[in-house]
């Protein structure tokens, strides 16, 4: 399996000749998803989701599907009927030749004020998992955590926690548009040092075979 680190919280995993494509949000390059033959949404949040890129995605290539929560589901299926499937916590569906298993439920807490948004991570191929906005801990070993490093909702005490609860053979980080180049040798530095794990960065564009 390739993976193409892109901008943000997105990712291209490449096996097989197929593509799968999770969180082109707005923050991402505006050509993220295209080309691909499945996409995977973690949740609404407007930096994983982004109604006119898939749009033009899916209309570029008409085989393409999407797998994700009701709340993004509904925005989009109605132009797309048999192309969008909702899923949630605990379903297992196969996408693009990628067997993919879904975990969690909620948005991390941003504030006690902001009412939590529905959020699923995916585990795909029993090996990478991209939790989305929220640190959920599959039930599953897992190799490649796609590390959100730097958000609204969360600190590098939690980043460090979660890394160490899911125990991965190595954690690439992601949520990073937020984080300045000023700053990122001290994540590198603390989440290499304590998450007990190896830890490591991509510039959007770069690749790695897992």
Same mark, same amino acid.
Request: hydrophobic share 40%.
């Given at each position: ?83 969008? @499937?909702? /899923?949630? $916590?605990? #379903? ?9 298993? &879904?975990? +969690?439920? =909620? @948005?991390? /807490?941003? $504030?006690? #004020? ?9 585990? &795909?191929? +029993?090996? =990478? ?82």
């Amino acid at each position: 399996m390739k993976l193409t680190k892109k901008s943000h919280a997105c990712i291209r995993l490449e096996k097989g000749g197929r593509t799968l494509v999770v969180d082109p949000g707005g923050f991402t390059e505006p050509d993220a998803a295209l080309g691909a033959d499945a996409v995977l949404v973690t949740h609404e949040h407007p930096d994983h989701f982004d109604e006119g890129r898939l749009r033009v995605a899916l209309e570029a290539s008409p085989g393409a599907e999407i797998w994700t929560l009701r709340s993004v589901a509904e925005k989009i299926s109605a132009a797309f009927p048999g192309r969008v @499937h909702t /899923v949630g $916590h605990g #379903d297992t569906f196969t996408a693009a030749g990628f067997d993919v298993q &879904v975990h +969690g439920e =909620l @948005h991390a /807490v941003i $504030h006690p #004020d902001i009412p939590r948004v529905t959020n699923i991570g995916f585990l &795909v191929d +029993g090996a =990478l998992f991209h939790p989305g906005d929220a640190l959920t801990v599959p039930d599953h070993p897992v190799e490649t955590l796609m590390l959100p490093v730097m958000a609204p909702w969360n600190k590098i005490s939690e980043v460090i926690d979660y890394v160490r609860e899911v125990k991965p053979r190595r954690a690439i980080d992601i949520h990073d548009a937020l984080l300045t180049d000023l700053a990122r040798p001290i994540y590198d530095r603390q989440i290499g040092g304590l998450g007990g794990t190896d830890h490591g960065r991509l510039t959007p564009g770069d690749t790695a075979e897992l």
